[in-house]
């Protein structure tokens, strides 16, 4: 049994003082310090279990991060397609707070986009969504792979599929030779792995667009606008069939004009969430700000959407086979186009919360609970509820990450700790 004293639990609309946040490898509930001390000081023990105590000195303690949308950190990416990557990729997060992602792909040939699903599968968290219960509970199973899946760092919880189903028009940092329209024949044999499948609503006619998006639900894929030229009528009109998400709002789709409102005006008139790269170089800090006043904290999901050269100095890097030029905190390809992010999750929420003003649940929100809702896997990550995985993170003010604990086991301390 494990204890953190002296922290500020973070819950989803308050932080909580004087609590003791009580874990094995799930959580087993929160106690004021009273009653922990009661028992602490008397036995060392906790009901009759040895307690590990850790000291938070009065930083905020947090369910793990959850990255729903990162190519790559650390020198490594997605579709590298091999374990090595994958594996770099998790030690590296941990370090940023988060304890569970969605690696994502690009817009490749099928064949290396399915290699890379294929690695994706064989190292995922045993945590799935049973499919013939689309809003029943969540079942745990064994992973096939299992006794080789377990990564050092941060849980993966599937695949988010970026490409190839967008429009050439708004295709950013990603090859136009391989974009293809969208058919679900591409995806049926990793509907276990695919979490979320980006679609350009424009590349398809619209009853082809109705069965895509029906298959997709009915496999719990999520659907997610984006990288994509459609105008307003038509995203609303997805929406209605059941899209429910958008790709990295603001970037690669249809602008926000006054009489053509496109896909961003239809982002913020329905009730999509909407991921967000506050780096402030993928969206202005004034138009963070207007999202966050229409959205609110339960309809934005704060991401990276980082490539390899995230975490690494500047130099020349990589993505989608492409060269991609790194310099002050900025990755572009030759002609100028940015080329993913840079930035790492925990500043991600530094910015957002200077830039809007919310307060640390709501930012720890957006980075926790919208996703393990959306994925529906809220009864076991996102939370510090009893049962949840103990998916923990320590920080500061300023989101300096100080602790990472996944399933329980401590797997991350800042080294100027001591």
Avoid at 148 to 176: M, N
């Amino acid at each position: 049994m494990h204890a953190i004293i002296n922290g500020r639990i973070v819950l989803s609309d308050k932080v909580l003082d004087g609590c003791v946040l009580l874990f094995d490898k799930n959580i087993t509930g929160i106690v004021s310090r009273e009653t922990f001390d009661g028992a602490w000081k008397n036995e060392k023990k906790w009901r009759g279990q040895l307690l590990m105590v850790t000291d938070a000195d009065g930083n905020y303690v947090s369910p793990g991060f959850i990255n729903l949308h990162i190519h790559g950190c650390a020198g490594a990416d997605t579709m590298d397609g091999d374990v090595s990557a994958l594996d770099m990729m998790s030690r590296f997060l941990v370090q940023t707070g988060v304890t569970a992602f969605l690696p994502a792909t690009m817009t490749c040939s099928m064949p290396v986009i399915h290699k890379a699903l294929a690695e994706v599968r064989n190292r995922m968290t045993v945590i799935v969504r049973r499919r013939e219960e689309q809003h029943g509970p969540v079942q745990t199973v064994q992973n096939p792979a299992a006794e080789h899946s377990l990564l050092s760092g941060a849980k993966v919880l599937g695949a988010y599929l970026e490409g190839p189903f967008i429009s050439s028009a708004y295709k950013g940092a990603q090859k136009e030779e391989n974009i293809v329209t969208a058919d679900f024949i591409h995806i049926s044999d990793f509907t276990d792995v695919i979490k979320i499948v980006v679609l350009a609503p424009e590349t398809l006619e619209y009853e082809k667009l109705k069965d895509f998006i029906t298959q997709c639900k009915a496999h719990n894929i999520i659907v997610s606008l984006g990288h994509s030229a459609a105008d307003y009528d038509l995203a609303v009109q997805a929406v209605a069939e059941g899209a429910s998400h958008v790709t990295h709002l603001c970037n690669a789709m249809s602008g926000l004009h006054h009489r053509t409102p496109g896909l961003m005006g239809a982002s913020l008139d329905t009730e999509v969430t909407c991921e967000l790269i506050a780096d402030n170089l993928h969206v202005h800090p004034a138009v963070q700000r207007m999202i966050y006043r229409i959205k609110g904290s339960e309809g934005i999901e704060l991401i990276t959407d980082s490539m390899r050269a995230c975490g690494l100095p500047d130099g020349v890097s990589e993505l989608g086979g492409q060269t991609v030029y790194v310099q002050n905190g900025e990755a572009r390809l030759a002609d100028g186009t940015i080329a993913g992010s840079l930035v790492t999750l925990n500043r991600a929420m530094l910015n957002f919360r200077n830039n809007t003003g919310a307060t640390v649940p709501e930012v720890v929100r957006m980075v926790t609970e919208n996703q393990a809702q959306e994925l529906g896997l809220f009864e076991k990550i996102g939370s510090l509820s009893p049962g949840a995985a103990a998916d923990i993170t320590i920080f500061n003010e300023d989101f300096t990450i100080f602790r990472t604990f996944v399933d329980g086991c401590e797997v991350y301390k800042n080294p100027d700790i001591n």
